[in-house]
């Protein structure tokens, strides 16, 4: 059995029960304490789980500023996107996974303490490395505690190196170029998962700029989840994303968010509705407005 999006805690454990080559991710983190998710994971885990970072391990290093905000790499691979936590090269991506025993033939479950924020950036990162046995741990490790799923304090041992080789992506990363260059077109339609206030430019904690990528419509990646912290029914999403493009079509839609991470619930969320694969801009609002040239939107 391969699950590629969603897995239920009873999922899981039937899973760890087979035998089948498994690894599990924890992806906690918290933007304004990024070493609390380290802590989070020292304190409980589902044994046998691996930390994933995202600053250390899902995100390139950020090196020097260059022209317009762009990120000049200090290693001899250049990120694969810009924005507060660009992405590694695939590479890069690839070499971490085969440090923490990662292979192929496994199957990834990736999971957080909030909301599928951080472990969907995971989720996306396996599709985009061409893995498409993964999938998220559907209410996190709070659902996971609730059904009776173990955890430890323990730690972990080290695993032995594997050799995890790059496939063709599954999932396709846009650029900062392709969204202006496609900007208010018929097939391109932006979706941007940030709170309704920064969306609309009232407010900007992060980033110089407050505003939206002209066009964008805005779908809150909060909004994918019930009052259990689980993804929402199939159908109820199906009709909250029609609802939202208005016609438009599914394949047309590119996400962002503030820094490509809480963008990722949203492209989950519509391939759970059935409303099949889209992209994302991974360098997302972070990026966007790093270049005074581009246009931004309030209201």
Known sequence: MTYTTLITPTELQALQASGQPLMVFDCSFELMQPSAGAQAFAQAHIPGAVYADLDK???????APGAHGTLVAQEADQPASGGRHPLPS???????????GFANGMQAVVYDRNGANYCGRLWWMLKWAGHDAVAVLDGGLQAWQAEG????????????????????????????????????????????????PRYRGEVEPLDPVAGHIPGALNRPFGDNLGPDGRFKPAAVLRAEFETLLAGRAPGSVVHQCGS????????????????????????????????????????
């Open 260 to 299: 490509g991470v809480s963008a990722v619930p949203n492209v989950l969320a519509m391939e759970v509705a059935g409303l099949g694969k889209t992209s994302l801009f991974a360098g997302s609002w972070s990026e966007w407005c790093s270049d005074s040239t581009r246009p931004v939107e309030r209201g």
């Open 57 to 63: 391990h899902l995100s390139a290093k950020h090196g």
């Open 149 to 196: 799923g173990a955890v430890t304090s323990d730690d972990e041992p080290s695993h032995f190196q594997s050799h995890f080789v790059l496939k063709e992506p599954l999932r396709r990363l846009v650029t900062a170029t392709e969204v202006l260059q496609n900007l208010q077109q018929p097939g391109q339609t932006v979706v941007d998962a940030r709170g309704a």
């Open 90 to 100: 695939r590479e890069r991506f690839a070499t971490w996974l085969s440090s923490v």
